[in-house]
């Protein structure tokens, strides 16, 4: 199995440019979920979804857009980027059904994005 | 909103050393995590518990829902150890939203 995949790795946009960070698991969990890391400030929720057709907000979400049609793909949109939206993305994937000594979470490798 | 303390911020060992992070959270939750980044790196779980004890390798995991506090330790630490160590909980009766401390940075020198 992949597991998360994160597509791209880095990105330099100007700002006002718009984009979409690519997520997907092959491991039919119903979560996902967005965070973004920022020095000092710790990893932080932008939009999460418990399944197919349902998004919710997170703790940051303004600029950012979410949608998930099927189980394995969550993207997360940068509607008109600003220099304020420099930061690593993660994407990760969760389920209710864990199994006994399971880890929790599969984030994917991060994307390291830069709005110039 | 759940308010997720680490300590220490930074630590610095000898290999070989016992090594204690420590994590205390503000309200009840669903379940607790640790993760490790290395730096420039991914992010990658090494427990969810929700009481008692995990081990796992030279990695045991410790959670105090009474006093709701969580521990990971490192026995026997190795320079490969060296990373970002991070706390994080579920709360609100779910597990899937998640609220991180801002991590522990440990330094193990041979």
């Known amino acids: 199995n992949a597991g998360v995949t994160q597509t791209p790795k880095f990105q330099v946009l100007k700002t006002g440019q718009s984009m979409t960070l690519q997520c997907a698991q092959d491991?039919?969990?119903?979560?996902m979920s967005w965070y973004r890391q920022d020095p000092g400030m710790g990893l932080r929720l932008i939009h999460y979804?418990?399944?197919?057709?349902?998004?919710d907000q997170g703790e940051v979400p303004n600029g950012y857009n979410v949608s998930r049609s099927t189980t394995e793909d969550f993207p997360l949109r940068l509607l008109s980027a600003a220099p304020s939206q420099t930061s690593v993305y993660f994407c990760?994937?969760?389920?209710?059904?864990?199994?006994?000594?399971?880890?929790?979470?599969?984030f994917g490798s991060g994307t390291r994005l830069t709005v110039v | 909103k759940n308010e997720v303390e680490q300590s220490p911020q930074n630590l610095t060992a000898q290999e070989g050393e016992f090594i204690t992070i420590n994590c205390s959270y503000s309200?009840?939750?669903?379940?607790l995590h640790w993760l490790q980044q290395h730096p420039g790196g991914g992010i990658v779980s090494l427990f969810m518990?929700?009481?008692g004890k995990k081990k796992h390798g030279r990695l045991i995991a410790t959670i105090n829902i009474q006093e709701k506090h969580s521990s990971l330790h490192i026995t026997a630490s190795h320079p490969r150890d060296s990373a970002v160590y991070i706390c994080?909980?579920?709360?609100?009766?779910?597990?899937?939203?998640?609220?991180f401390g801002k991590g522990t940075l440990l330094t193990v020198n041979p």
């Open positions: 990760a994937s969760s389920t209710s059904g864990q199994p006994r000594g399971s880890y929790g979470y599969t």
């Open positions: 491991m039919n969990h119903e979560y």
């Open positions: 979804s418990v399944g197919a057709g349902i998004t």
């Open positions: 309200v009840g939750i669903s379940a």
């Open positions: 518990l929700s009481s």
């Open positions: 994080a909980v579920g709360s609100g009766g779910s597990n899937y939203k998640l609220t």
